[in-house]
């Protein structure tokens, strides 16, 4: 899980670039970082473990020469981060003639690499992908063998990408790779099997990058790649190839609608408050959805026998209130599965009459992508609903819907977990038409509410993001805490536990509230900060005796409640208002923010940067 970047260019000296473009890739991963760039037919590199700027201050990465370079920002899965370990990595000609950066896992290294090590390569790292810049190196020199295509390349594949190609059909694993040399100090060869890789287009030169936000100060033209396929860029042109049958593909550039300004801080402390305070945009940018997609997307879902949500952390958190929404409103019984745990679960029952709906901000999750590859071999209907244009997520599924909250950096998901909401919320209402099942009245007092959702959302933040700071300051050194509620409440507060788990390494729990008393009441003392989420509806009532069994036990009560519901607030020890006239079945889109706020300002309060917590990354493409 890690962030690939890399150019080559007309005129500029890349290395700036590069610098810039691993910084917007910072939130894949950051214990070290690189850059390989090639001038006068040699090879200059810098790397070190660190984040970027710890690097950059070291040793200056701004300053390598040359049109042409490679960059890396590390997460470690083989080899602990060092300076060794940090991508880029070499053959073993000395000096480098082969460098190459990867993200994703080869699994069949050990073996590769004691093969290469009979040939008397000779390895430095630890790294996987150490033995992808041997294997091009071995290609590039090795004479033919019989059992090898070198003579049946098709025309135009030069040595260089001829090495490539036979490397790339050794590998075993993930990989979003690229590789320059200085046998062919002209091109950059980047390919693809199963992490992201996309490829920016521009007047100045070609870029390639695990992710869009990575080029887009420098252009909005970009080309997804695709599993499966190999890249040449040069200066002014590009070459798309198969890797199964090196035939060329061609692909026009799109248009991206994200401005770089949007992939950026907006004088905000942290990409995390940037986002929070994004929400009331993004969701009314889910309000834009067009029908027909919708509409697609519910035909499926009403035709399906069992509909079974697929994903993982805070997305799989949507998919548990999505089963409440689907239930209530459109009387449809919905299974929320975490990703990892699908196989084990249903590989076996999964058939033609499953319809999974995988629900994946990056649309590049492991976890997810494996569930649905699963589903699909069981001959299971794949639906989506994602982030990401382009991700793998929208090319397995056979229908999608886009969330349309723009880049999210923080790794802390917040903005996406409100829009995919708002989104299943619009799904449910849909069907719930289809279906006839609840009065056109009641529809269509939903939908209103629904628009209604990013100007509620607004006024939380505004209204409550003092109050929020103050709580986080009196709790700042408590070491657990509760997140309870009932219904659809459950998801909230199972959201606000993982957030502050998360941000602020607060452990704590988070369960429905009527478990209380079958167990984990047992760890209440004087002073336990109790967070109960408390929208009005059916689950009020009960919730009021919750909240009573906590009190008697001299719990510190913290209600997430409506504006003005006295009821509670006089329960309460603290308390935090949402805007009223939220229905309970969509709750959570707004009694979530406060609590997003609140893992913010602890994690800030303890000193901790929000927005790279500890061994975390934001797209977990290693399963
Ligand atoms: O991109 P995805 O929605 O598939 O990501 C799923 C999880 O990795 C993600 O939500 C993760 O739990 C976040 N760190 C939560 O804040």
Known sequence: MCGIFGCICKADNVAPLIHTGLKRLEYRGYDSVGEATIEDGKLFVKKDAGKIDEVHLKCNLDDLPGRIGIGHTRWATHGAPSSVNAHPQFGCSSPPRFAVVHNGIIENFAELKRELEDNGHVFKSKTDTEVVAHLIEEYFIRKPQPDERRNTEPAGVSKFEAAVFKSLSRLEGSYALATISTHEPDKIICARNESPLVLGISE???????????????????????????????????????????????????????????????????????????????????????????????????????????????????????????????????????????????????????????????????????????????????????NVVGSTLTRVSRVYVVQQSGPEIGVAATKTFTSQLSVLSQLATQLAKKRGKISTEEIDLLEEKIKLIPEMVEQTITSQESKISSLARKFRDEKCFFFLGRGISVATALEARLKLMELAYVPSIAFPAGESKHGPISLIQPGFPVFFICPPGETR??????????????????????????????????????????????????????????????????????????????????R
């Not at 027909?292 to 952390?313: P, Q, S, W």
């Not at 009573?548 to 603290?574: P, Y």
């Open 204 to 386: 100045k030169g070609r870029f390639f990058a695990s992710d869009v936000p990575a080029f887009l100060p420098l252009t909005k033209s970009a080309i997804f790649m695709r599993n499966g396929e190999l890249a040449v860029l040069k200066r002014t042109s590009f070459t798309i190839r198969r890797l199964s049958d090196r035939r060329i593909i061609s692909r026009e550039p799109k248009l991206l609608d994200w401005t770089p300004e949007m992939a950026e801080k907006k004088g905000y402390p942290h990409f995390m408050l940037k986002e929070i305070h994004e929400q009331p945009e993004s969701l009314r940018n889910t309000l834009r959805l067009q029908d027909k997609y919708l509409n697609l997307l519910t035909t499926f879902l009403d035709r399906a026998h069992e509909v079974i949500m697929v994903a993982c952390g805070t997305s799989y958190h949507a998919c548990l209130a999505a089963s409440y929404m689907f239930s209530k409103i459109s009387y449809l019984a919905t299974h929320p599965v975490i990703a990892s745990e699908f196989s084990e679960q249903h590989s076996k029952s999964a058939n033609i009459d499953s319809t999974i709906l995988a629900v994946s901000q990056s649309g590049e999750t492991a976890d997810t992508l494996a569930a649905v590859e699963t589903a699909r071999q069981r001959a299971a209907t794949i639906l989506g609903l994602t």
């Open 541 to 622: 009532k009960t919730l009021m005796g919750n909240i009573s069994e906590m009190k008697a036990r001299e719990a510190n009560i913290i209600a997430v409640c409506e504006e003005g519901d006295e009821e509670i607030i006089q329960l309460a020890d603290d308390y935090v208002e949402v805007p009223r006239g939220i229905p309970e079945v969509l709750s959570p889109i707004t009694y979530v923010v406060p609590l997003q706020i609140f893992a913010y300002r602890m994690a800030t309060e303890k000193g901790y940067n929000p927005d790279m917590p500890r061994n975390l990354a934001k797209s977990v493409t290693v």
